[in-house]
């Protein structure tokens, strides 16, 4: 018999390969088109592959939606382990606001950050992917926050970090519903509220450590 033809064929793309493209497919129609122009045929068609190898990996829009908040949400975390420089600290107030400053980076470079955590969408899949993630944000912000200073106790029953983050986002929120992105004014605004809220739970001038401690004995306590 002849020898086979040599295959054109490329090898088969690993499952998280595919993942990647599937979501990056969904997170420029997201963009383009917003939460009520997301199907799983789009994103198929954009990502240049059969629709049901789309649903292999995600059966529904709203898992779409969740995956990608949880690719916002691992930006926001990557955010709070960015180093801090100790030293330029004035007290805990400078902190907070580099913190937001970095959250409204996040915002200001992806629109699909925007569509998924500051607009109305009315999925409650994802609102409560949205809430749980902050939850989590808010023991990160936690900690970062105690590296630095000596925090003074705190209500065990109220998520103290978490509502401060969730409080902000309503301001920018209002902003992109206005504007369409969260304008400087604005902006400014959500960095008050964050500020003005923890300030109910910490002191003006909140002892600050002479150096930050270390993450493993953050943990252990």
């Given at each position: 018999?002849?020898?086979?033809?040599?295959?054109?064929?490329?090898p088969r793309a690993s499952s998280q390969a595919r993942i990647a493209v599937i979501l990056d497919a969904a997170?420029?129609?997201?963009?383009?088109?917003?939460?009520?122009?997301?199907?799983?045929?789009?994103?198929?068609?954009?990502?240049?592959?059969?629709?049901?190898?789309?649903?292999?990996?995600?059966?529904?829009?709203?898992?779409?939606?969740?995956?990608?908040?949880?690719?916002?949400?691992?930006?926001?975390?990557?955010?709070?382990?960015?180093?801090?420089?100790?030293?330029?600290?004035?007290?805990?107030?400078?902190?907070?606001?580099?913190?937001?400053?970095?959250m409204l980076a996040i915002y200001a470079a992806d629109a699909a950050a925007r569509q998924l955590i500051l607009?109305?969408?009315?999925?409650?899949?994802?609102?409560?992917?949205?809430?749980?993630?902050?939850?989590?944000?808010?023991?990160?912000?936690?900690?970062?926050?105690?590296?630095?200073?000596?925090?003074?106790?705190?209500?065990?029953?109220?998520?103290?970090?978490?509502?401060?983050?969730?409080?902000?986002?309503?301001?920018?929120?209002?902003?992109?519903?206005?504007?369409?992105?969260?304008?400087?004014?604005?902006?400014?605004?959500?960095?008050?509220?964050?500020?003005?809220?923890?300030?109910?739970?910490?002191?003006?001038?909140?002892?600050?450590?002479?150096?930050?401690?270390?993450q493993l004995q953050i943990a252990s306590r």
């Amino acid at each position: 018999m002849p020898p086979r033809p040599a295959s054109t064929r490329k090898p088969r793309a690993s499952s998280q390969a595919r993942i990647a493209v599937i979501l990056d497919a969904a997170r420029a129609l997201l963009t383009e088109q917003g939460v009520a122009g997301l199907s799983i045929y789009g994103v198929a068609e954009r990502a240049q592959i059969p629709p049901s190898s789309v649903y292999h990996f995600f059966a529904s829009v709203p898992a779409l939606l969740e995956a990608l908040t949880a690719d916002v949400h691992a930006a926001f975390r990557a955010a709070l382990h960015q180093p801090v420089e100790h030293a330029a600290l004035r007290g805990w107030r400078d902190l907070a606001r580099l913190v937001e400053q970095r959250m409204l980076a996040i915002y200001a470079a992806d629109a699909a950050a925007r569509q998924l955590i500051l607009t109305q969408h009315g999925l409650a899949e994802i609102t409560r992917a949205d809430q749980q993630h902050d939850l989590e944000l808010g023991q990160l912000l936690q900690q970062l926050f105690e590296r630095h200073f000596a925090l003074p106790p705190l209500p065990a029953d109220v998520d103290v970090f978490a509502l401060a983050l969730e409080l902000s986002d309503r301001i920018y929120a209002r902003s992109v519903q206005l504007h369409g992105v969260v304008s400087p004014r604005l902006a400014e605004e959500g960095m008050r509220v964050f500020e003005a809220y923890l300030g109910l739970y910490l002191p003006p001038h909140l002892p600050k450590r002479e150096r930050p401690l270390e993450q493993l004995q953050i943990a252990s306590r």
